[in-house]
């Protein structure tokens, strides 16, 4: 099982753009990497997903180099109601979560 | 997208109880997972629910303490057997929606029991 590694925390200011990377090293090649949401009191919420090169909606956007070991979430322009925690997973089929990044959105 | 529901939302239970959590989805899916959460922690996947056939259990889990069910491809429990404190947690319903990638998966609300 692939295994992710990311920080455990980062501050931030609103307006700021915020890169939270991730490592993969042991990333298989059917895998996909995810990345949820979590605000307190509720359940992770899909944020984005890709495979390979970058991925953007409406929400974040996703880079991926050519090696695949890591990954970056860009969440453009942050709020105060981005403050939650960003878990990046890797699995395929089931998921398994790490520690996640808790992202703290400062005025 | 899928909308999912889980009864109760909350509940206080007593030590040695056992508590069945109903998770509901609007649309049918593929797969069913059941989650913890334990307070300030990361999500800790119990077990896969199977449709007809026993969940599947992670490492750590066993079917004695989480008996779970899935009589069809919109509805699962969870049942916390013999409760003790230690079971205090947030339990989380997932699911995989029938159309796009199984790694998108959607989380109902979560179930928050406290165990006294």
């Known amino acids: 099982l692939a295994k992710t590694t990311q920080p455990i925390s980062m501050d931030s200011y609103e307006g700021q753009e915020v890169n939270i990377t991730c490592s993969h090293n042991?990333?298989?090649?059917?895998?996909?990497i995810t990345w949820y949401q979590q605000f307190p009191s509720q359940g992770p919420r899909f944020i984005i997903q890709?495979?390979?090169t970058k991925v953007t909606n409406e929400v974040a956007s996703l880079f991926i180099p050519a090696d695949r070991k890591s990954s970056t979430l860009s969440l453009p322009r942050v709020s105060l109601s981005d403050t939650a925690v960003y878990y990046c997973?890797?699995?395929?089929?089931?998921?398994?979560f790490g520690q996640g990044t808790e992202l703290s959105v400062k005025p | 997208s899928a909308v999912i529901s889980q009864k109760p939302s909350r509940d206080i239970c007593q030590r040695g109880t056992s508590l069945t959590i109903q998770c509901q989805v609007d649309?049918?899916?593929?797969?069913m997972f059941w989650y913890r959460q334990q307070p300030g922690q990361s999500l800790t996947l119990i077990a896969t629910?199977?449709?007809?056939?026993?969940?599947?259990?992670e490492s750590g889990f066993v079917i004695d303490k989480f008996p779970i069910s899935r009589p069809n491809l919109t509805f699962s429990t969870l049942t916390v057997s013999n409760m003790s404190p230690e079971d205090s947690s947030i339990y989380l319903c997932s699911v995989t929606p029938r159309t796009g990638n199984r790694e998108t998966q959607y989380f109902g609300p979560g179930t928050r029991l406290l165990v006294l």
């Open positions: 997973l890797v699995e395929r089929g089931k998921l398994i």
């Open positions: 042991n990333i298989a090649t059917n895998d996909y």
């Open positions: 649309s049918q899916v593929t797969m």
């Open positions: 890709g495979y390979k």
């Open positions: 629910a199977n449709q007809g056939s026993e969940a599947t259990y």
